[in-house]
């Protein structure tokens, strides 16, 4: 069978296995269909899906030397049993019933084992002297893993090519997908912050109507009004806001994402290991749509891999200068997610002075803890600010607010945690069940978001921690994501559906140096076995990362364009009418319509510009009212039909008019 049939087929499988799941815009876990789903809307994904198997199944027969080869490099039992229950673990959500999830498992494993066999099949069909020639023209332009000697033709403009391509693309994730808003609640919130801070403000004066300017994470306690997020990435996105381009913030942080991963990877392994990983990096949909959001997770990576960057030219450069920006770095994640500095710097310190690390002194580290003492200090008079107690966070007050003092917090017991997210966290307290399925959810979404790939993400990674080969280079990857991954343990909540496993991002990064470590140590390995077996694992990864961008991306648009109701219907009911110097009264029940309009408000409610406001309470509206003199009126509402759209109901009325 020619090898573009093959390849044709492998995008008619994945696109049908995307047909089979609901991934709704809404904050759920996604999930293939029922059987009984799948039956009433027809079997053309399954009849795909099963010749795809076949076919893959047909082809490999063919080849069976290769598979015999790659089989004894890989017949280690007990590690291959423990790497198939990782799969099995991560290859689906537990569902409302035992026999679903059993439905899904098994939808599951028939969906990975289809893709990885026809991916396998289509790179075993491609002809062995186009697969072995290709890497010495590849290597011509590009240094890959291993090579010694002067930098390639294209090595120097890769990794600025490539941090171009993920600033373009998270611009247009931000832009089409996202339509230029926080679609998250906590993004709203810290959007809000980041909009009162680049005014100058630690915070605002209570709003002439709380309920009239309500969103999720934010708290107005009668003399302040503040979002309740750490100050550290509404700082940051503040220049945004300043610069009237706070949506292409985190597109950029993603782009400096790719440049810092390319210089630590270059540093800690080769050059090669480091384009490998960055181009990898290029086409996760996790990376790009997390790069479109406005979350703080893309911040904290960059903070994370300036403090990994720092102390690697600490071993050779001037160490108290390179030693105190790492603290400093870790200092400003303190500011951005405290948890994260919690997990992280103790690996990156460890590491740094440690016998498979840097080998720093210990004196080293005095500028490290001093500044990054004197960064994350910071904390104290902002806190001390905002609640009146250095020592209680926003947050914690926030959620002490919400939903009961000390429900939100780190440990285990039955009190922890709170039952408004039955989904997202479905048994009372928290302790090991509670562990098991947040790893769970995680691992899933981890496996398929982190690349796109049908045969799920983490297969590369697994296949080469059943064939061995790993050394003390790796420590650091490995160390970090599971420094994540476990760390986040002790906490109640898993971080839910919203743009993947976004508790675990800091894993990002190390899972694709260890990807593109597992595709070198499998060549290696493969490459023992003859018949030009390694050059054939690049092929696998190069066609799995081509059919799972060209398929994922377009497809999570779906999800992510109007995700969880907020959308761009009320900026450009603005544009059309241009509202200007106006008070707008929200009416609708959803409070998705007001959290698009909340964040469209100006840095604060005396500013000029279109002012928002939740028309909730009737008899609020008088005092709304005289609290904006001089802004004319408008209305918009949604009907109270379902599927009535937002529509511009009155307006311009006088400024002083009491909307009907």
Excluded at 344 to 371: K, N, S
Excluded at 426 to 445: C, E, S
Excluded at 573 to 590: C, E, K, P, Q, T
Aim: proline content about 7%.
């Amino acid at each position: 069978m020619p090898w573009w049939l093959l390849l044709l087929l492998a995008f008619a499988g994945q696109i049908s296995a995307l047909a089979l799941v609901n991934a709704p815009p809404f904050a759920v876990y996604q999930h293939y269909k029922t059987w009984p789903d799948i039956l009433r809307s027809g079997l053309l994904p399954v009849t795909i899906i099963a010749v795809e198997l076949l076919t893959a199944l047909i082809v490999l027969t063919r080849h069976r030397a290769v598979i015999r080869w790659g089989a004894r490099a890989l017949a280690k039992p007990v590690r291959a049993v423990l790497a198939a229950g990782i799969v099995l673990f991560a290859s689906f959500v537990p569902a409302d019933s035992i026999v679903r999830s059993l439905q899904e498992a098994a939808t599951s494993i028939l969906v990975t084992a289809a893709s990885a066999l026809i991916v396998l099949a289509l790179t075993l069909t491609i002809p062995t002297s186009f697969t072995e020639s290709l890497g010495p023209r590849v290597g011509r332009r590009i240094s890959l893993p291993g090579r010694s000697g002067p930098s390639a033709e294209w090595d120097r403009t890769l990794p600025w090519v490539v941090a171009c391509w993920v600033v373009v693309l998270g611009a247009a994730a931000s832009w089409f997908a996202f339509e230029r808003l926080p679609h998250i609640d906590d993004s709203v919130s810290y959007f809000f912050q980041a909009k009162y801070f680049a005014a100058g403000r630690l915070f605002l004066p209570p709003p002439p109507d709380s309920a009239g300017f309500v969103v999720s994470q934010t708290l107005s306690d009668g003399s302040r009004w503040w979002g309740y997020g750490f100050p550290g990435w509404p700082a940051v996105l503040s220049l945004g806001a300043l610069a009237g381009l706070p949506w292409l913030v985190n597109p950029i942080l993603g782009g400096i994402t790719i440049l810092l991963t390319h210089d630590v990877v270059r540093r800690l392994y080769d050059r090669g290991t480091a384009n490998v990983t960055v181009l990898l990096l290029g086409v996760s949909p996790w990376l790009i749509y997390m790069s479109g959001e406005f979350m703080a997770h893309p911040l904290s990576v960059v903070l994370t891999l300036i403090a990994i960057l720092s102390l690697l030219r600490a071993v050779a450069g001037t160490r108290w200068a390179w030693m105190a920006l790492a603290g400093a770095s870790l200092g400003a994640l303190f500011l951005t997610r405290p948890i994260e500095a919690f997990l992280v710097a103790p690996v990156v310190v460890g590491w740094a002075i440690g016998p498979f690390g840097a080998r720093l002194r210990l004196r080293d580290l005095v500028p490290l803890g001093a500044a990054g003492a004197l960064v994350a200090g910071l904390s104290l008079p902002y806190t001390n600010a905002l609640t009146g107690d250095p020592t209680y966070p926003p947050h914690t007050k926030w959620a002490d607010a919400t939903w009961g003092v000390g429900k939100d917090r780190i440990g285990f017991g039955p009190d922890v945690g709170h039952a408004a997210w039955p989904n997202i966290d479905p048994l009372p307290g928290h302790g090991l069940p509670d562990v098991v399925l947040n790893a769970n959810k995680n691992l899933f979404m981890t496996n398929f978001e982190l690349l796109g790939w049908g045969c799920g993400s983490l297969l590369l990674i697994l296949a080469a921690f059943v064939a061995g080969g790993w050394d003390r280079r790796d420590i650091l990857a490995v160390a970090l994501a599971g420094a994540g991954t476990l760390g986040y343990s002790v906490y109640w909540f898993n971080g839910g559906p919203d743009l993947g496993a976004r508790y675990w991002y800091q894993a990002l990064v190390p899972l694709v140096i260890l990807t593109a470590r597992a595709a070198t140590l499998l060549t290696d390995r493969m490459g023992d076995q003859g018949k030009g077996a390694g050059p054939r694992v690049a092929t696998f990864v190069v066609l799995s990362s081509f059919v799972g961008f060209l398929t994922v991306m377009p497809w999570r648009f779906g999800k992510y364009h109007e995700y969880r109701g907020v959308s761009g219907a009320i900026r450009r009911l603005a544009s059309a009418n241009d509202f200007g110097h106006a008070l707008v009264f929200i009416r609708s029940a959803d409070r998705e319509d007001y959290q698009s309009a909340f964040s469209l408000n100006p840095a604060t409610l005396a500013d000029s510009g279109t002012v928002y406001v939740w028309d909730r309470i009737p008899d609020a509206r008088t005092r709304i009212i005289a609290a904006f003199p001089g802004r004319t009126v408008w209305i918009i509402e949604r009907g109270a039909v379902p599927g009535d759209t937002l529509a511009l109901r009155a307006g311009p009325l006088p400024p002083g008019t009491l909307p009907p």
